[in-house]
């Protein structure tokens, strides 16, 4: 068989183009690697910060991330895991509001889903009161329901409890629980590498993943005199609206904690999760969240 001129030169051509397109992807990796490997670390205001990869657990950006901190409401994400976490659990059984509820509120000054005395809500919806408007009387109502004692003290008492159980059966070694809505006794803290632990976890039950990721809700529950009345709430989560992907979690604030924020956002079937604490307002909490967040997405 005889090669002529056309066909070496066909085949020179061939091999240019086999070697071209290598180049090509060759660099392109190359550059992909180069970029991951110079992409800045965002600066935040926050002293503490955590996120990681919800898929494999995989650190993406870190800050003082084992730094005990008070945690504010983000404590909430715990109080609702505990409720989800009860063995035969009825969410449309119907709690009684008590007084005790909405007095610990006033003296608290504490935030508030606005449940009126003798109504009958239900577990779900006491769950909607707790995240969205983190609400401390739908905590009070749920610790007091979940909890096991013959007085309302002893069952706050062991709810608690049940919340600092399940953040052992975590092997969480930088958290504790002294309260069931953040309001602690000195003893109330985590960390933000915790917390996005203690999320990613409550994050596997689908009723806590509907909730959070809600943004508002018109709730129906039924009156002392057996009528109905609707309870409206809007989340305090901000992300939801502004953050492409988001997914929740829970914002926390006080005296001690200053800003907080546990987020969670999917892209491109990858889901981040994360924590910020000690934040100096709800401004900085959520552009410190973008920063590490965009970041988070990029490794």
Not at 258 to 268: H, I, P, W
Not at 270 to 296: E, F, P, W
């Given at each position: 068989m005889?090669?002529?001129?056309?066909?070496?030169?066909?085949?020179?051509?061939?091999?240019?183009?086999?070697?071209?397109?290598?180049?090509?992807?060759?660099?392109?990796?190359?550059?992909?690697?180069?970029?991951?490997?110079?992409?800045?670390?965002?600066?935040?205001?926050?002293?503490?910060?955590?996120?990681?990869?919800?898929?494999?657990?995989?650190?993406?950006?870190?800050?003082?991330?084992?730094?005990?901190?008070?945690?504010?409401?983000?404590?909430?994400?715990?109080?609702?895991?505990?409720?989800?976490?009860?063995k035969?659990?009825?969410?449309?059984?119907?709690?009684?509001?008590?007084?005790?509820?909405?007095?610990?509120?006033?003296?608290?000054?504490?935030?508030s889903?606005?449940l009126?005395?003798?109504?009958?809500?239900?577990?779900?919806?006491?769950?909607?009161?707790?995240?969205?408007?983190?609400?401390?009387?739908?905590?009070?109502?749920l610790?007091?329901?979940?909890?096991?004692?013959?007085?309302?003290?002893?069952?706050?008492?062991?709810?608690?409890?049940?919340?600092?159980?399940?953040?052992?059966?975590?092997?969480?070694?930088?958290?504790?629980?002294?309260?069931?809505?953040?309001?602690?006794?000195?003893?109330?803290?985590?960390?933000?590498?915790?917390?996005?632990?203690?999320?990613?976890?409550?994050?596997?039950?689908?009723?806590?993943?509907?909730?959070?990721?809600?943004?508002?809700?018109?709730?129906?529950?039924?009156?002392?005199?057996?009528g109905?009345?609707?309870?409206?709430?809007?989340?305090?989560?901000?992300m939801?609206?502004?953050?492409?992907?988001?997914?929740?979690?829970?914002?926390?604030?006080?005296?001690?904690?200053?800003?907080?924020l546990?987020?969670?956002?999917?892209?491109?079937?990858?889901?981040?999760?994360?924590?910020?604490?000690?934040s100096?307002?709800?401004?900085?909490?959520?552009s410190?969240?973008?920063?590490?967040?965009?970041?988070?997405?990029?490794?």
């Amino acid at each position: 068989m005889k090669i002529g001129i056309k066909d070496i030169n066909r085949v020179s051509a061939t091999a240019t183009v086999a070697l071209t397109a290598s180049a090509v992807i060759s660099g392109s990796v190359f550059a992909s690697t180069a970029q991951a490997a110079t992409l800045p670390t965002p600066t935040i205001t926050a002293k503490g910060g955590y996120v990681m990869n919800n898929g494999t657990a995989k650190t993406l950006y870190s800050k003082a991330a084992d730094t005990r901190r008070s945690t504010g409401s983000t404590t909430k994400i715990m109080t609702a895991k505990v409720v989800l976490s009860q063995k035969n659990l009825n969410l449309d059984s119907k709690v009684t509001i008590q007084k005790a509820y909405s007095d610990y509120i006033v003296s608290k000054g504490a935030s508030s889903a606005r449940l009126i005395v003798g109504d009958k809500v239900t577990v779900r919806q006491l769950l909607y009161g707790l995240m969205l408007p983190s609400g401390c009387d739908a905590a009070y109502a749920l610790a007091d329901k979940f909890g096991s004692g013959t007085t309302r003290a002893a069952r706050v008492k062991s709810f608690i409890g049940k919340m600092n159980a399940q953040a052992k059966s975590l092997g969480l070694k930088n958290t504790h629980f002294d309260s069931f809505d953040g309001i602690g006794n000195g003893s109330n803290y985590s960390t933000p590498r915790d917390l996005t632990k203690i999320a990613s976890s409550a994050m596997k039950s689908s009723t806590f993943r509907t909730i959070v990721k809600t943004k508002s809700t018109k709730q129906k529950v039924t009156t002392k005199s057996g009528g109905y009345r609707y309870m409206s709430w809007s989340n305090t989560n901000a992300m939801l609206s502004s953050y492409s992907g988001a997914i929740g979690v829970k914002t926390g604030s006080g005296p001690t904690a200053k800003y907080c924020l546990v987020f969670a956002a999917t892209r491109n079937g990858k889901t981040v999760i994360g924590t910020v604490l000690s934040s100096t307002s709800a401004t900085t909490r959520t552009s410190d969240m973008k920063k590490i967040m965009d970041y988070s997405f990029k490794k």
